[in-house]
């Protein structure tokens, strides 16, 4: 079984910039490796664990906005952690700039 279908809702995007998160051992930056609307991958040697609530301030498009966004994270392994969000962020990004798209597949 070879061939398995992309499970993901919304297409990633790769990206490196930073993150500034709080998660329940404390308020931390760390670098973001992609992105897409329903969630992040965060690059970082922190034992981050599985199920815990997170608040993320990070750019969306535009680097001179950094909203709130919050999340769980779902997977967490030895470079980094996966997170998903409440609620999609591509409501959250302005209009007129380029919108995180729903992957087609």
Same mark, same amino acid.
């Not at 061939?3 to 670098?31: C, I, M, W």
């Not at 965060?42 to 680097?63: K, V, W």
């Given at each position: 079984?070879?061939?398995?279908?992309? *499970?993901?809702?919304?297409?990633?995007?790769?990206?490196? =910039?930073?993150? +500034?998160?709080? @998660?329940?051992?404390?308020?931390? %930056?760390?670098?973001?490796?992609?992105?897409?609307?329903?969630?992040?991958?965060?690059?970082?040697?922190?034992?981050?664990?599985?199920?815990? *609530?997170?608040?993320?301030?990070?750019?969306?498009?535009? =680097?001179?906005? +950094?909203?709130? @966004?919050?999340?769980?994270?779902? %997977?967490?392994?030895?470079?980094?952690?996966?997170?998903?969000?409440?609620?999609?962020?591509?409501?959250?990004?302005?209009?007129?700039?380029? *919108?995180?798209?729903?992957?087609?597949?």
């Amino acid at each position: 079984m070879g061939n398995s279908p992309n *499970r993901r809702e919304y297409q990633r995007h790769t990206a490196l =910039f930073s993150a +500034k998160y709080t @998660v329940k051992s404390g308020t931390y %930056r760390d670098l973001i490796g992609n992105v897409s609307a329903g969630g992040i991958f965060i690059y970082t040697r922190r034992d981050i664990i599985d199920g815990q *609530r997170i608040t993320l301030r990070f750019p969306i498009i535009a =680097f001179d906005q +950094k909203p709130s @966004v919050l999340g769980t994270v779902v %997977r967490s392994q030895d470079k980094g952690f996966a997170v998903k969000f409440d609620s999609p962020i591509e409501e959250r990004i302005p209009r007129g700039s380029q *919108r995180l798209q729903r992957n087609a597949v």
